[in-house]
């Protein structure tokens, strides 16, 4: 029986997502990591200037997904037939008759969702950045972005064009355009985003509504 | 961090403590709480309908995955030939080309992912009742894998889309999608919300009942 009267107050309290062990919750030094005692999840990090970096990489990767779908993504050339595509195009192609489900399903996938995330996280944590107060809603975003987290697939989709210029160079000469760098550029900062980005930490600094 | 002192003597759990967790930004609440006060999403000691979902899916997964592997994934037409090419089809084709690293690639992601993920959530689901021989940690080590690794099963439909958008050259080349791209995008989609179900607190719930 565990003798709940002893207990610090449960706002200094953190529970662990994973496995529900409680931690009390203590300023880390800078640059460090607290990892649940018992599963051994991450739950806090103390980045100096994450917030900041979080919001500058977030609007670079908003220019480059403008870029990555309008430019030519990919040209195709067999015995002078060509055929350039950008990733708009590439969605357009299944949007008739029976692909139509396919066509949403990608759109979703490398565009819509990633896109939304960037933008619910830039509105959620810009203002901390100038260390004024959230936004009203920001607390929406931001769980709307981590609940998107698994469905932006960019990174994936890159993947999947490796694999099909390989399967098409045999047929045809493939040559990369702009859009293709953006899109690897996006994929890089993406990465690097998610890897600085903590989500207990964040839903801490919109607690205290300053930059943390 | 630190969980010693300040009547925090060993590790207890929200649940045994009488307290609810949110399980999206970690706030303490006092029991009974139903709504976060932090994130505003809904909280709950234990996900209860949490399995029940996770068998839905997982079922709804492997039924969409049958018809991805038996109708073809690729219809390619050139001016000489008509060909189908299924998922274990287009892997073999690129062995035949000796393309042996992306053959790897689509075998492992979209063969060896989605069935070892099958198993791994079924194995999750069921061990949840009894004893196991798997340690919680790896487990645990599983759920995560399980979760972290799902996603990367869609590498053949964007395969798929792209070739098609790709090779629309008239009547020279063309290559368009088969019934199973779609079917294998929502068997992927269907295990990804198992994976998602699953509430991993449920693993350590055992630990406490030994």
Redesign the interface.
């Known amino acids: 029986m565990?003798?709940?009267t002893?207990?610090?107050p449960?706002?200094?309290?953190?529970?662990?997502?994973?496995?529900?062990?409680?931690?009390?919750?203590?300023d880390l030094p800078e640059g460090t990591k607290?990892?649940?005692?018992?599963?051994?999840v991450l739950?806090?990090t103390s980045e100096p200037q994450a917030i900041v970096r979080l919001v500058s990489l977030a609007s670079a990767a908003v220019v480059l997904m403008m870029a990555a779908i309008s430019f030519p993504f990919?040209d195709?050339d067999?015995?002078g037939?060509h055929?350039a595509?950008s990733v708009i195009?590439?969605?357009m192609?299944?949007s008739s008759g029976k692909?139509i489900?396919?066509a949403i399903?990608?759109a979703l996938?490398?565009v819509v969702l990633p896109l939304a995330r960037l933008l619910a996280l830039i509105y959620a944590i810009g203002p901390l950045v100038r260390g004024s107060k959230p936004h009203r809603s920001a607390?929406?975003a931001?769980?709307l972005t981590?609940q998107l987290r698994?469905?932006a697939?960019a990174e994936?989709?890159m993947?999947?064009?490796?694999?099909?210029l390989?399967?098409?160079a045999?047929?045809?000469t493939?040559t990369v355009g702009p859009a293709f760098w953006a899109f690897v550029a996006l994929v890089v900062i993406t990465i690097f985003n998610d890897q600085i980005m903590n989500?207990?930490s964040i839903?801490k600094a919109?607690?205290t509504g300053f930059n943390a | 961090m630190e969980s010693t002192g300040h009547g925090l003597q060993r590790l207890i759990t929200a649940r045994e403590a009488g307290l609810i967790a949110c399980t999206r930004c970690g706030q303490v609440h006092a029991g009974g709480a139903v709504r976060c006060k932090r994130c505003h999403g809904p909280v709950e000691s234990r996900d209860t309908k949490s399995l029940q979902k996770v068998w839905a899916w997982l079922i709804a997964g492997i039924i969409a995955f049958i018809p991805a592997n038996i109708y073809p994934m690729l219809i390619t037409n050139t001016l000489v030939e008509h060909s189908e090419s299924t998922i274990i089809g287009g892997a073999v084709q690129l062995v035949e080309h000796h393309n042996y690293g992306i053959a790897a690639i689509v075998f492992v992601a979209s063969i060896m992912i989605p069935i070892g993920k099958f198993f791994a959530i079924a194995y999750l689901a069921i061990s949840v009742h009894r004893r196991q021989i798997l340690k919680m940690h790896q487990r645990h080590k599983l759920y995560d894998v399980v979760e972290f690794i799902g996603r990367w099963s869609m590498i053949d439909v964007f395969v798929v889309a792209i070739l098609s958008a790709l090779v629309q050259l008239g009547g020279v080349a063309t290559i368009n999608p088969g019934v199973a791209a779609l079917s294998f995008a929502l068997s992927v989609v269907f295990t990804m919300l198992s994976a998602l179900a699953f509430d991993p607190r449920l693993i350590w719930d055992a630990d406490r009942t030994d």
Not at chain 1, 10 to 26: F, K, M, W
Not at chain 1, 159 to 164: E, F, K
Request: proline share 5%.
């Open positions: 565990i003798d709940t002893t207990l610090p449960l706002d200094d309290l953190i529970a662990c997502p994973h496995c529900d062990t409680i931690h009390l919750e203590q607290a990892y649940c005692s018992r599963c051994g739950l806090l990919l195709l067999v015995s037939q055929n595509t195009s590439a969605i192609v299944f692909g489900p396919l399903a990608v996938f490398i607390r929406v931001f769980a981590e698994p469905w697939m994936i989709f993947v999947g064009v490796t694999v099909a390989v399967k098409v045999g047929l045809a493939v989500r207990y839903w919109l607690d």
